[in-house]
T-cell receptor, first 118, second 115 residues
């Protein structure tokens, strides 16, 4: 079974600075998808960024980028120029790309609570 | 992306009663999922609901406790039956537009408190 581990329960960053959130995962599959979701106090889960395992290039979305290390099974999220609105719970998630597997549901880590200091 | 709404957004219920949560998607989707998020915890999948077939439940969740309907490609309901305080959680609906490889989008969640 696949597992996702986020080892940082809480992180803090100064506004305008850069912060990196860690995520590792365990799988025997070669083809899969990785995601970072953000959950602010409103509890709406918002997709931040997505990475396909077959792509070597790291995904980027504006101020958000990932460092995907497939061999190390590591998928960290870097937030540049942090803003107050970035304060939220961040969840790393794994999804199999195999249709015969878990029917496509997401496997989540326990989350990292990010605080942004003005 | 898909826009997903849920009703109710929150509710306070008495022990032993049932609550049905509705999930509406703004476009047709193949796969819909129901997750539970207990206070301060991560998300746990309850079941997968695909139109035209019975919902598939994860280990630890049973149909008698969490019956699910999926009458069409834009709508699903989750019922929490015979509630106890341990059912107090946020319940989230998510949907993927077409295939297993599609990104899942989430509704705003339903915060349930059972007294």
């Amino acid at each position: 079974a696949q597992t996702v581990t986020q080892s940082q329960p809480e992180m803090s960053v100064q506004e305008a600075e850069t912060v990196t959130l860690s995520c590792t995962y365990d799988t025997s599959e070669s083809d899969y998808y990785l995601f970072w979701y953000k959950q602010p106090p409103s509890r709406q889960m918002i997709l931040v960024i997505r990475q396909e395992a077959y792509k070597q290039q790291n995904a980027t979305e504006n101020r958000f980028s990932v460092n995907f290390q497939k061999a190390a099974k590591s998928f960290s999220l870097k937030i540049s120029d942090s803003q107050l609105g970035d304060a939220a719970m961040y969840f790393c998630a794994y999804r199999s790309a195999w249709s015969g597997g878990s029917q496509g549901n997401l496997i989540f880590g326990k989350g990292t609570k990010l605080s942004v200091k003005p | 992306s898909a826009v997903i709404s849920q009703k109710p957004s929150r509710d306070i219920c008495q022990r032993g009663t049932s609550l049905t949560i509705q999930c509406q998607v703004d476009s047709q989707v193949t796969m819909m999922f129901w997750y539970r998020q207990q206070p301060g915890q991560s998300l746990t999948l309850i079941a997968t609901a695909n139109q035209g077939s019975e919902a598939t439940y994860e280990s630890g969740f049973v149909i008698d406790k969490f019956p699910i309907s999926r009458p069409n490609l834009t709508f699903s309901t989750l019922t929490v039956s015979n509630m106890s305080p341990e059912d107090s959680s946020i319940y989230l609906c998510s949907a993927g537009r077409t295939t297993y490889t599609d990104t899942q989008y989430f509704g705003p969640g339903t915060r349930l408190t059972v007294l």
